[in-house]
């Protein structure tokens, strides 16, 4: 089993989720008695946060890619970001090591392929929705035997923009989880609906907190789920 290094801490919430589904995917794969190989560089979130605040993504970045020098100096064979914001700075991390980068990107749209859907509604962060970089992957993950398509990103309406950070930032970030955003993140799922989604993204880590895979007919797609999933079978010899 290759040996998997995180960049966690941003938030610890996040990183959690995924240590537990990388881990229970491993005991799925081989037995209740196996773990997997992992490596974690959980960063103090504040201080990244205040980055992102003042804009400073060269700052950022570049503390990124010290994370993933320090994991790959450590024996990692490949690098996870336990983060979708933070992917806005991947060219860093991807250009400070020579293990590669497990990119959130590339594990949904790989979902998004074999679920066939090629327009997805989007539902995270005013960043995340307002900069196109969460898709945009130049060398994606191919469907055997299916065809490529673009994908098309359907956005909820601007004034949800504000909404949806408060939820994120306000509440599930910090542990809270309230019924009233439950049914406001329903809605906007709904809105997407209306717009030809065929799938709904949760393009922010914690948002699986409020919203399950029966809330829709269309598949709910959670990144943050999907992309684990996919550093583990990564990590078990999988594409």
Same mark, same amino acid.
């Given at each position: 089993?290759?040996?998997?290094?995180?960049?966690?801490?941003?938030?610890?919430?996040?990183?959690?989720?995924?240590?537990?589904?990388?881990?229970?995917? #491993?005991?799925?794969?081989?037995?209740?008695?196996?773990?997997?190989?992992?490596?974690?560089?959980?960063?103090?979130?504040?201080?990244?946060?205040?980055? #992102?605040?003042?804009?400073?993504?060269?700052?950022?970045?570049?503390?990124?890619?010290?994370?993933?020098?320090?994991?790959?100096?450590?024996?990692?064979?490949?690098?996870?970001?336990?983060?979708?914001?933070?992917?806005?700075?991947?060219?860093?991390?991807?250009?400070? #090591?020579?293990?590669?980068?497990?990119?959130?990107?590339?594990?949904?749209?790989?979902?998004?392929?074999?679920?066939?859907?090629?327009?997805?509604?989007?539902?995270?962060?005013?960043?995340?929705?307002?900069?196109?970089?969460?898709?945009?992957?130049?060398?994606?993950?191919?469907?055997?035997?299916?065809?490529?398509?673009?994908?098309?990103?359907?956005?909820?309406?601007? #004034?949800?923009?504000?909404?949806?950070?408060?939820?994120?930032?306000?509440?599930?970030?910090?542990?809270?989880?309230?019924?009233?955003?439950?049914?406001?993140?329903?809605?906007?799922?709904?809105?997407?609906?209306?717009?030809?989604?065929?799938?709904?993204?949760?393009?922010?880590?914690?948002?699986?907190?409020?919203?399950?895979?029966?809330?829709?007919?269309?598949?709910?797609?959670?990144?943050?789920?999907?992309?684990?999933?996919?550093?583990?079978?990564?990590?078990?010899?999988?594409?």
């Amino acid at each position: 089993m290759k040996r998997l290094g995180l960049i966690g801490g941003i938030g610890w919430e996040s990183t959690a989720q995924y240590y537990r589904l990388i881990n229970g995917a #491993v005991r799925d794969r081989f037995g209740s008695l196996y773990s997997a190989r992992m490596l974690i560089n959980s960063l103090e979130f504040q201080s990244l946060d205040l980055l #992102v605040k003042e804009n400073r993504w060269n700052d950022a970045g570049a503390m990124l890619a010290d994370a993933a020098r320090t994991l790959e100096a450590a024996g990692a064979e490949g690098i996870a970001i336990c983060s979708n914001l933070m992917h806005y700075v991947a060219e860093h991390v991807e250009a400070a #090591v020579d293990v590669p980068l497990l990119h959130i990107g590339d594990a949904v749209l790989r979902e998004l392929r074999a679920a066939r859907a090629s327009r997805v509604g989007l539902i995270g962060t005013r960043f995340t929705l307002e900069h196109d970089f969460l898709l945009q992957r130049p060398n994606t993950w191919p469907v055997p035997g299916r065809p490529r398509r673009p994908i098309r990103v359907l956005l909820p309406a601007e #004034v949800d923009f504000d909404r949806l950070d408060r939820i994120i930032y306000g509440e599930v970030c910090r542990g809270v989880v309230r019924d009233e955003s439950r049914q406001t993140l329903l809605r906007i799922g709904r809105d997407l609906r209306a717009q030809g989604a065929q799938a709904i993204l949760l393009g922010s880590s914690e948002l699986g907190l409020l919203l399950r895979p029966d809330d829709f007919t269309e598949p709910l797609i959670d990144s943050t789920e999907v992309h684990a999933l996919a550093a583990a079978r990564w990590a078990m010899g999988g594409s």
